[in-house]
């Protein structure tokens, strides 16, 4: 199975920061990496897919980037609807596997 | 606009077949690739397997002697039966739609808590 791991599992910012997570794969997988946001009791929520792309209706203040094992999400101008958990998800080989999740939290 | 609602019992005695069924409303089931994740209390995210509409699947290999996913189209729902439970599978249960075989999960269900007991 493809190993994602995330860092941090925790970090804790300012309204108004811009904060990155980061998530590298124990191989290849450009550009089959998608990130999901959720919050406490909900399902998570798809932020961006293959990379970089944002679905319709995610704020342009969320971006990703990344090559071949390493993938980056950036949140510019954190806003108070941001403090959730975030989750990268490989979908270049099944199973199709997540990381282990980081959780952004106000401080 | 799509929506997921996974429903069933919210507790399995253990040894016992655990069984989910998602209803999808707002768009047809066809064409896409119906997908179950797990996520036990305070943990992260774990995929169970998908199924194509016209029945064909793809499961975990850590859950594959246990898991059985089907479709029925007529009715706009897929459905989840894990069978031999213990204490390690209790989780939120989440159905999500994906877009392609190689797709990203755009809508999920709001998740049904199965707890299994002894």
């Known amino acids: 199975d493809i190993q994602l791991t995330q860092s941090p599992s925790s970090l804790s910012a300012s309204i108004g920061d811009t904060v990155t997570i980061t998530c590298r794969a124990s191989?290849?997988?450009?550009?089959?990496l998608n990130w999901y946001q959720q919050k406490p009791g909900k399902a998570p929520k798809l932020l961006i897919y293959?990379?970089?792309s944002l679905p319709s209706g995610v704020p342009s203040r969320f971006s990703g980037s990344g090559f071949g094992t390493d993938f980056g999400l950036t949140i510019s101008s954190l806003q108070p609807e941001d403090f959730a958990s975030y989750y990268c998800?490989?979908?270049?080989?099944?199973?199709?596997?997540f990381g282990q999740g980081t959780k952004v939290e106000i401080k | 606009q799509v929506q997921l609602q996974a429903s069933g019992p919210g507790l399995v005695k253990s040894s016992e077949t655990l069984s989910l069924t998602c209803t999808v409303s707002?768009?047809?089931?066809?064409?896409?690739?119906w997908t179950w994740i797990r996520q036990p209390p305070g943990k992260g995210l774990e995929w169970i397997g998908y199924?194509?509409?016209?029945?064909?699947?793809n499961y975990n290999p850590s859950l594959r002697s246990r898991v059985t996913i089907s479709v029925d189209t007529s009715r706009n729902q897929f459905s989840l039966k894990l069978s031999s439970v213990t204490a390690a599978d209790t989780a939120m249960y989440f159905c999500?739609?994906?877009?392609?075989?190689?797709?990203?999960?755009?809508?999920w269900g709001q998740g049904s808590l199965v707890t299994v007991s002894s």
């Open positions: 999500a739609r994906g877009t392609d075989y190689r797709g990203h999960l755009d809508y």
């Open positions: 707002g768009g047809s089931i066809s064409n896409y690739y």
């Open positions: 199924i194509y509409h016209s029945g064909s699947t």
């Open positions: 191989q290849n997988i450009f550009p089959y």
């Open positions: 293959a990379v970089s």
């Open positions: 998800q490989q979908i270049y080989s099944p199973p199709w596997t």
